[in-house]
């Protein structure tokens, strides 16, 4: 069983930046495959960045240039540094894991941009 608590988000300024955290229990992190997803209001939920047990990352297209996803095997987290956000960006922010097949899901944290 693996338990996620993300952190970290907020209301931030249009062109700020914010990182996330996301704190993963249990003593098989380092092979847990980890993503970050988004859902803004009315509207499906997307994949945003992803980083494997290897330290492989991917991103979506829309925001490839202004975020970074990493991860530290020691202490059992993974982070979104997120850049230059946009008003469209608004949206609750969802850690995910995938350990031998089986997803785990945080709570979410909200990220809300101003223009």
């Known amino acids: 069983q693996v338990q996620l608590v993300e952190s970290g988000g907020g209301l931030v300024q249009a062109g700020g930046s914010l990182r996330l955290s996301c704190a993963a229990s249990g003593s098989i992190f380092s092979i847990a495959n980890m993503r970050w997803y988004r859902q803004a209001p009315g509207k499906q939920r997307e994949l945003v960045a992803a980083i494997n047990s290897g330290g492989s990352t991917n991103y979506a297209d829309s925001v490839k240039a202004r975020r970074s996803i990493s991860r530290d095997n020691a202490k059992n987290t993974v982070y979104l540094q997120m850049s230059f956000l946009k008003p469209e960006d608004t949206a609750v922010y969802y850690c995910?894991?995938?350990?031998?097949?089986?997803?785990?899901w945080g709570q979410g944290t909200q990220v809300t941009v101003s223009s």
């Open positions: 995910n894991a995938i350990v031998f097949g089986t997803n785990y």
